[in-house]
């Protein structure tokens, strides 16, 4: 089918299923525009908590759809193809992590909202990369940290609060693409562009860049800044959105191979055909939903 007819069906069957679509900045361009709402993980989450549609199409990674479904037991969440999974959440598991609790008896566990729901369900608070500072900060200085699954962005916020975790080795595939020697290259390439990266990549990265922001941090601050160029170290996918937001600016990639191969899964055609069928439904166990819905609504409480 062509992308109108495809951008068309779609259309329909959202009145039909009163479904709504929500895409994260990663997105294929053409998910993004046919989406309702576009954003990062922490606009998502509360964006999914304020709908009042009765189907949530949820187009990004399957955490993300999790997390939805968790703040949402009433509504039926769907994803476009199952198997957008996140490498770095998959890179610890709920035995795991009990373990590592076990050896830091009396310690908070804090996780990275690109988590499983059973790694959610055993931690006292979630955590995105747009309000982890704030969140972290509500802790006692005092207070003994576990955080998982992401060593950089737990890295990065104890740096930020002057504190130190106990950080769980997990990193994200994509952005351990990035080194500095490739931010100074690209700086060389466009002087006096603002350089923006993630807070997923490395130290040395984010210390060669002049800001690490989340992705929907890294929108504000394109639209809010008087700069004209900026140079972005994260995931492709988010050029879409900051290029038609800002349409007198110039963004350049650091290098277009900053692509996750799982956010690029949703097509039209897989979203179309989910919301044909009403198939692909993400469901969270009400056990362990329970106990992961504390941790994401401590979050959302304080941010
Ligand atoms: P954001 O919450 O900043 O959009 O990040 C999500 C993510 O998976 C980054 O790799
Ligand atoms: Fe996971 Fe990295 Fe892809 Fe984000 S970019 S969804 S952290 S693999």
Redesign the pocket.
């Known amino acids: 089918m062509q992308n109108s007819e495809l951008t068309e069906e779609i259309g329909r069957l959202r009145k039909e299923r009163n479904a709504v679509i929500l895409a994260?900045?990663y997105q294929r361009a053409e998910v993004q525009s046919i989406a309702d709402y576009t954003g990062?993980?922490?606009e998502l989450a509360r964006r999914a908590t304020q709908v009042d549609a009765d189907v949530i199409v949820f187009c990004g990674v399957y955490f993300m759809a999790e997390t939805a479904a968790i703040l949402n037991p009433g509504k039926t969440v769907l994803i476009p193809d199952p198997s957008a999974g996140?490498p770095m959440a998959d890179m610890i598991n709920a035995e795991q992590l009990r373990a590592f609790k076990a050896k830091h008896p009396g310690a908070k566990a804090v996780c990275y909202v690109?988590s499983t729901a059973e790694v959610k369900a055993e931690c006292d608070m979630c955590v995105?990369?747009?309000n982890a500072e704030r969140v972290m900060a509500t802790f006692p200085p005092e207070q003994e940290i576990i955080f998982v699954p992401d060593q950089h962005l737990g890295g990065h916020i104890a740096g930020l609060l002057g504190r130190r975790y106990e950080l769980w080795p997990g990193f994200?595939p994509?952005?351990a693409m990035l080194t500095a020697a490739k931010i100074e290259a690209a700086r060389a390439e466009h002087p006096g562009a603002i350089v923006l990266v993630?807070p997923?990549c490395a130290k040395d990265v984010r210390d060669a860049a002049d800001h690490a922001l989340?992705?929907?941090g890294m929108c504000k601050f394109a639209r809010e800044s008087d700069a004209k160029d900026f140079i972005l170290g994260t995931?492709v996918g988010i050029l879409h959105r900051l290029r038609t937001e800002n349409p007198g600016k110039t963004f350049y990639p650091v290098t277009d191979r900053l692509v996750?191969p799982n956010m690029k899964k949703t097509t039209l055609d897989n979203l179309a055909e989910c919301l044909r069928e009403m198939k692909n439904r993400v469901v969270v166990r009400e056990d362990v939903a329970s106990r992961a819905r504390r941790a994401i609504e401590a979050m959302l409480a304080i941010s």
Do not use: K
């Open positions: 994260h900045n990062d993980s922490l996140c690109n995105t990369s747009g994200c994509t952005h993630h997923e989340s992705t929907g995931e996750c």
